[in-house]
């Protein structure tokens, strides 16, 4: 059964700030994985889709890499500012389960002005 | 997402009567899917459709019913409400998985 874990649940850094969050997953075969991006009260934002052919998926200041054999994926966001404050998600879809979606809790970014 | 619409926006309901939440969508997509979202607990899978009249059990079934006559839409009903089932509910959709998922701007339900 798969399972996805995120770490660290919370994290809290200076603006303007490289950083990096960690996801990662037990089953290798998944179809593909996604972050998501949710503000407090609001709904999911998608922000990156790597295929399980893919290394790493870039968009603006963030960029999302995946091992498969290692079971990880990293998101990457450089010069961190204020408004990316928001809980990170990463979710791994799997072919064989009707591409449902399986979870990891989150990470809750906070930038500090 | 211009895409994909959920309705209503908010709901405040009583104990014991039914409540329907609706997700309509203009992609065309194939997979619908009804997500709760809790404190401590993270999006969990209610039920999901891979097809018109098509439809199958999440992790946490209970107590709803899903209906999908057409392509565009996905029904979620509450059948008898309980307050444990307050909650905000996403829906979300994709193709085959592969484009990726994009989900709803989500209901509040309040059950009292």
């Known amino acids: 059964k798969q399972e996805v874990t995120q770490i660290p649940a919370a994290l809290s850094v200076p603006e303007g700030e490289n950083l990096v969050l960690n996801c990662s997953f037990t089953?290798?075969?998944?179809?593909?994985l996604q972050w998501f991006r949710q503000d407090p009260g609001k709904g999911l934002t998608s922000l990156l889709l790597i295929q399980s052919s893919q290394r790493e998926q870039t968009s603006g200041r963030l960029n999302a890499s995946l091992d498969k054999s290692s079971g990880r994926s990293t998101l990457y966001i450089a010069a961190s500012q204020p408004g990316d404050s928001a809980t990170y998600l990463c979710a791994a879809s799997g072919a064989g389960s009707n591409y449902q979606l399986i979870w990891g809790a989150g990470t809750k970014l906070i930038i500090k002005p | 997402d211009a895409g994909i619409t959920q309705s209503p926006r908010h709901k405040v309901t009583e104990t014991g009567t039914p409540v329907t939440l609706r997700c309509h969508q203009t992609e065309n997509h194939r997979y619908m899917y009804w997500y709760r979202q809790d404190p401590g607990h993270g999006l969990r899978l209610i039920h999901y459709?891979?097809?018109?009249?098509?439809?199958d059990k999440g992790e946490v079934s209970d107590g709803y019913s899903v209906s999908r006559s057409k392509t565009e839409d996905f029904l979620l009903t509450l059948e008898s409400a309980t307050s444990s089932q307050t909650s905000v509910y996403f829906c979300a959709i994709s193709e085959r998985g592969r484009e990726g998922y994009t989900f709803g701007s989500g209901t509040r339900l309040t059950v009292v």
């Open positions: 459709s891979y097809g018109v009249k098509d439809t």
């Open positions: 089953d290798s075969a998944i179809y593909n």
